[in-house]
C-alpha cells in the first residue's frame, strides 16, 4: 500500500488540477476550459455539435458548452485520470524516504515516478530519467541494450539496486510536478477513498 506520509488532496502547480492520493491509488482530476471558433468545429474532423452538446474527437461523452458570441463557444472538458493504482503491471516502493511509482509500459519497458516529501508538505514528482548517452549509461551500467527511434538512439537498462543507487545519486530526475497540500476548512468534506 502507499504509505500515510503521501495520502492526502493536493494540488498541481502546474496546472491546478488536484491530485488525491490514498492507500491503494493516486488520481488526477482536472478541468479544461477552452474557446474556440464553430468554424474550427466543423472543419475538425470528428467533432460536431449534436443533441446539445460538443462531440470531440477520442471522447466518448458530450462536452456541455456556452455560446460566448455568434461564431465561438466555450466548452468545460473533465477529466478522472488514475495516475497509480496497485495492478499488474504497476508497482510502489518506498525506500529511503521516497515512494518509488513503478509503470510497465506497452513496450515492456519500466517507467520510474520519485514521489518526494518535502518539510514544507509539499510533494514533488519527478520521473527517473537517464540520459541516452552511452556515457552516462556506462556511468550506471554496462549491461543495456539500445533501440534505434527515428534518429535518436535509446539505452534501455535494467539496473540492480547498486545501479539504481547510482542513478538516485546522480538525481537523473526530471521534475514534473510539485503538489502542494489542500487544506480544507469545511469540517464536513471527505477525502474520496481510492
Not at 33 to 44: G, I, P
Not at 130 to 156: A, L, R, S
Request: hydrophobic fraction near 35%; proline fraction near 4%; include cysteine.
Amino acid at each position: 500500500h502507499i504509505p500515510v506520509l503521501f495520502h492526502g488532496v493536493f494540488m498541481c502547480e502546474s496546472d491546478s488540477s488536484r491530485i488525491y492520493i490514498g492507500k491503494y491509488s493516486a488520481v488526477k482530476e482536472s478541468y479544461y476550459e477552452f474557446v474556440t471558433s464553430l468554424d474550427k468545429v466543423r472543419e475538425s474532423e470528428d467533432c460536431s455539435i449534436a443533441a446539445g452538446g460538443l462531440y470531440l474527437p477520442g471522447r466518448k461523452e458530450c462536452v456541455p458548452f456556452e455560446y460566448v458570441n455568434e461564431d465561438s463557444i466555450s466548452a468545460k472538458v473533465y477529466e478522472l485520470d488514475t495516475i497509480f493504482a496497485f495492478k499488474d503491471k504497476q508497482v510502489a516502493k518506498y525506500y529511503k524516504g521516497h515512494l518509488f511509482l513503478n509503470e510497465q509500459n506497452d513496450n515492456k519497458n519500466w517507467v520510474t515516478w520519485l514521489l518526494s516529501p518535502q518539510e514544507d508538505g509539499r510533494l514533488v514528482l519527478d520521473l527517473i530519467v537517464v540520459p541516452d548517452k552511452k556515457k552516462e549509461v556506462e556511468e550506471i551500467t554496462f549491461d543495456y541494450e539500445t533501440v534505434k527511434e527515428k534518429e535518436k538512439v535509446k539505452f534501455i537498462i535494467n539496473p540492480t539496486l547498486v545501479e539504481f543507487e547510482r542513478i538516485l545519486d546522480r538525481e537523473y530526475f526530471l521534475e514534473c510536478d510539485i503538489l502542494t497540500p489542500v487544506n480544507f476548512e469545511d469540517s464536513h468534506f471527505q477525502v474520496p477513498v481510492f
